[in-house]
């Protein structure tokens, strides 16, 4: 059973802007557009109970993957609370590296990249403080800063530095959620968390990516790889898309609600994460018994009645593709490796 | 956009091999969405006599003997050769009175058989002497109908594998037909990047590369595929599995439409010689080396394939695992960047026929541990290998005294998910060097002192950083390592591509200044399709393989 309730996903309001590919311009293919759908709405369920997985099966999977990823940080930016990243800058553990940047008056107003590590929380009145000890050269000892919430989400905390490299990358991404007339709030740009994990072979999903270009309307197109706000694979910079190997140990998925599977490496790793949304993305070669199997153990736990249909209805893959997505209960991962359920 | 006539579906392939991947996507997708199968059948009397005939013989023959054996093989490729050619039947490249001859000198070991290589031998002498090849008739007429405009045909060669009996590795496009445009393709990297306007499958798929057949009917490289066969081939098209039944989307299977000129047989109605043919290679393989022994505790079994290479050796490889994989650069006559952080690498899993690998020739083991420890001896310090990852005994034992749930428990306290408890055989053994960062290190040791408490006792967290600073002094020595081989593998390689050497089999390359043994390049083979359990120690080891 299929349920309705308030996520609703105007994905006609949406513009979804030309591409351009060595200075020639391809409309948005019917394929990209419904991956981004795709991504825009297992991103709103997430705000409901349950889980949610989605097996995409392509005739070919170059560049699948970004377009999804793509919808996730547009749905992301829509339904973005600020709220919610003063309460998971306050769950951050003790001793988590954390970046900011401070404009100083007498810097002309320019911003300075900072760094810290969080002490933890203290109370003035009815006040709550995150309590940063901030790193420096200087040898005079250590200094503290108290961030109320306030100046937390204005100074825009992240788990990333944000270099001038990863501010070009933001500002890309602001310009096509603009083209894409996204209605968002623009803290959301460095909001504390990235968004979307990514587990795909890192070498061939950037080159993937290369020469694509979003027409943002204002005459500049935003190189792809930039709208999606790549963090470096480090962990150092922030972004808002992690891009990880499918062979790593342990899914860092903590911090993501939406993860998104890459070839058939990282679909093997379904049952490895709990993440609130997951979509793994396959060609027609890759889904093989192996895979066939791994979904077989997550579609024992299936409860559709954790899938939110839009009010404005599901939007059907193209010909070439086929989908399928089944709910499924909120897990704790266990030491099984899979899923526990309950 | 483009539209599909200035994209053009297969016009012109340096255009597209060098078009970006969402160009090629969308080109695929549109074919994909538009493409028909169409299956084409030819009703042919003396293809029945052979099947019955080599039938026969298969099942008089006593698969246990060797020699026996030899025989069913050569029925296998005489009847393969005459269905799969499209050569006249005459040509002296299918060998096909040798393989009568050969038969006939069995009859006298195997006298039950005799009767049917009888038959063999005139139905095969009158196909030699009329000379026509029906199939090939069919052929001609199709290409005569659709290469119209320099359309671009690709007539798929690999039925059975690289040497697909009927059609001689060597054999070129216009040595079968002489017309433009036409393309024998026998890899799936031939197709990786192309599109064709039709391709032609001239025989049942049965038995082609799952992947290469699956890019070639659903991974969008034509709009049109033809499939021509003999009535008897039974000819069966693989679909693309389904998908569990989603209430959400309507369809869970794409909707590519079989053209349906003749009944489609079931899988399961297949030639018993033809499944032998293409199984008993890979499980007789198997079977050989189900008794291989670990060397000690640390040499854990992991799951790995066997590859075989084109000059007749092969080799368990991690199935996990990756290695430096560089025909793209070599065939393509690519730069091979000397910047670039490290070597292009493939997984096991994904590695194909005609891929290029590099493997050592000489010593077994890992090639770029033991370059590693050379640097190591030279730098005075022989023991660091051992004194960093001393702690995997201690894991291995807590494993065998406690169980890897219980371990898995216990992390899961203090907060550690591993991805699977068997996982925990992964660390303790030398497949994986150590947890990916500090925190989990830290937390897996101290799940170990919780367990089994060593004789650390307060001092765990020292253990812990001084272990980790080893094993970082491992790391920092293994890359430089890797820095080595990859330079000296570099300079070579691209020397070779200047010189425009090609490399069908495989290439020794010497490294200088590296001592660890001898480096190969070798071309891939055929990979076996199922892994099977294998001690760490018999990876990368390379053998001899008797087939014929």
């Known amino acids: ?342 | 956009m483009k539209s599909d006539k200035t994209l053009g579906f297969g016009k012109v392939r340096n255009a597209m091999t060098t078009q970006n991947a969402f160009v090629f996507a969308v080109t695929a997708n549109k074919n994909a969405a538009n493409c028909k199968i169409n299956l084409v059948e030819i009703d042919f009397p003396p293809v029945v006599e052979i099947i019955r005939a080599s039938s026969e013989i298969f099942r008089s023959i006593d698969r246990d003997d060797e020699f026996q054996c030899d025989i069913a093989r050569t029925v296998w490729k005489l009847k393969t050769t005459s269905i799969l050619t499209v050569l006249p039947f005459d040509d002296e490249r299918l060998r096909m009175m040798a393989l009568i001859e050969s038969l006939d000198k069995s009859v006298d070991s195997v006298p039950e058989i005799s009767d049917s290589v009888k038959t063999l031998r005139n139905v095969v002498s009158q196909l030699i002497s009329a000379s026509t090849n029906p199939k090939r008739t069919h052929l001609l007429k199709l290409i005569e109908n659709v290469s119209e405009q320099q359309a671009r045909i690709a007539l798929v060669a690999n039925l059975h594998g690289l040497s697909t009996p009927g059609w001689p590795q060597d054999l070129k496009a216009d040595e079968i037909i002489p017309s433009a445009g036409i393309e024998v393709v026998r890899t799936r990297k031939e197709i990786s990047d192309v599109f064709f306007d039709n391709i032609i499958i001239p025989g049942n798929p049965r038995f082609a590369p799952r992947k290469f057949l699956f890019d070639l009917l659903y991974g969008g490289r034509s709009r049109n595929i033809t499939v021509l066969g003999y009535r008897a081939e039974n000819i069966w098209i693989p679909s693309p599995a389904n998908m569990p039944k989603s209430d959400i989307f309507s369809k869970t299977r794409s909707s590519t439409r079989i053209e349906k000129t003749f009944s489609v047989s079931r899988p399961e109605n297949v030639e018993l010689i033809d499944k032998w043919a293409n199984d008993s290679f890979w499980s007789s393989l198997r079977r050989q080396h189900a008794d291989s022994v670990p060397t000690s505790d640390r040499d854990a079994r992991i799951r790995a394939r066997f590859v075989l290479f084109a000059d007749g050796s092969g080799a368990f490889l991690p199935e996990d695992g990756r290695v430096v994989e560089i025909s793209g650069r070599f065939d393509l006559g690519r730069e091979l960047d000397i910047r670039e952080d490290r070597l292009p690498r493939k997984s096991v899993t994904d590695l194909e026929e005609g891929d290029l690998v590099m493997m050592r020739l000489s010593g077994s083991g890992d090639y770029l541990d033991d370059v590693a420890n050379d640097l190591m001896a030279q730098a005075g310090d022989g023991d660091l290998r051992t004194r960093a990852l001393e702690w995997k005994d201690w894991l291995y034992r807590t494993l065998k005294h406690q169980g890897e749930g219980v371990l898995a428990m216990k992390l899961k306290e203090l907060d550690l998910t591993v991805r699977s408890p068997q996982y925990l055989w992964a660390w303790a053994s030398d497949a994986v060097m150590a947890p990916h960062d500090y925190a989990t290190f830290s937390k897996l040791m101290n799940g170990l002192n919780a367990l089994e408490p060593s004789h650390f006792g307060p001092e765990i967290d020292e253990y812990i950083g001084a272990k980790w600073t080893d094993m970082e002094s491992v790391k920092s020595f293994q890359q430089r390592a890797g820095m080595t081989i990859r330079s000296a593998l570099v300079e070579r390689v691209q020397d070779l591509i200047k010189r425009r050497q090609r490399v069908d089999t495989v290439q020794t390359i010497e490294l200088a200044g590296v001592k660890a043994g001898m480096m190969g390049l070798m071309r891939v083979s055929a990979v076996d399709s199922k892994s099977m359990m294998m001690p760490l120690s018999r990876l990368f080891h390379l053998e001899k393989i008797e087939h014929s």
């Open chain 1, 1 to 342: 059973m299929v349920t309705k309730n308030d996520v609703h996903i105007p994905t006609q309001r949406l513009i979804h802007p030309s591409l351009a590919v060595g200075g020639e311009m391809f409309p948005m293919p019917d394929w990209a557009s419904w991956l981004i759908w795709l991504g825009e709405w297992m991103k709103l369920q997430t705000q409901n109970e349950g889980r949610r997985v989605a097996v995409i099966r392509v005739p070919c999977r170059s560049t699948a993957a970004a377009f999804t990823v793509l919808g996730v940080l547009l749905a992301a930016a829509r339904i973005h609370d600020d709220s919610l990243d003063w309460e998971s800058l306050k769950s951050l553990p003790v001793g988590t590296h954390v970046y900011w940047r401070e404009r100083s008056p007498a810097d002309s107003g320019k911003a300075r990249a900072k760094s810290g590590k969080v002490i933890g929380l203290s109370t003035y009145g009815d006040r709550e403080f995150m309590v940063v000890s901030v790193d420096s050269r200087s040898k005079q000892g250590q200094t503290t800063h108290s961030f109320s919430k306030v100046s937390a989400l204005s100074y825009g905390i992240t788990l990333g530095s944000i270099s001038a490299k990863t501010d070009a990358k933001l500002s890309g991404l602001n310009r096509v959620l603009n083209a894409m007339a996204v209605d968002f709030k623009p803290s959301w740009l460095v909001a504390p968390n990235s968004e979307c994990l990514l587990l795909s072979e890192k070498d061939s999903f950037l080159s993937d990516l290369a020469g694509l270009s979003i027409d943002a309307s204002d005459g500049i197109p935003v190189k792809f790889e930039t709208a999606l706000a790549v963090a470096d694979s480090s962990g150092h910079s922030y972004g808002k898309t992690k891009l990880a190997s499918p062979r790593i140990a342990v899914i860092p998925d903590q911090w993501f609600d939406v993860v998104v599977l890459d070839g058939a490496h990282a679909s093997q790793r379904l049952t490895d994460t709990a993440a609130k949304s997951v979509i793994a993305i396959l060609d027609r070669t890759e889904y093989d018994d192996e895979i066939e199997q791994v979904i077989g153990r997550l579609s024992g736990y299936r409860r559709d009645e954790f899938i939110q249909v839009p009010d404005d209805g599901v939007l059907q893959p193209p010909e070439q593709m086929d989908a399928v997505l089944f709910g499924l209960p909120n897990v704790q991962a266990n030491v099984s490796g899979l899923a526990s359920f309950g």
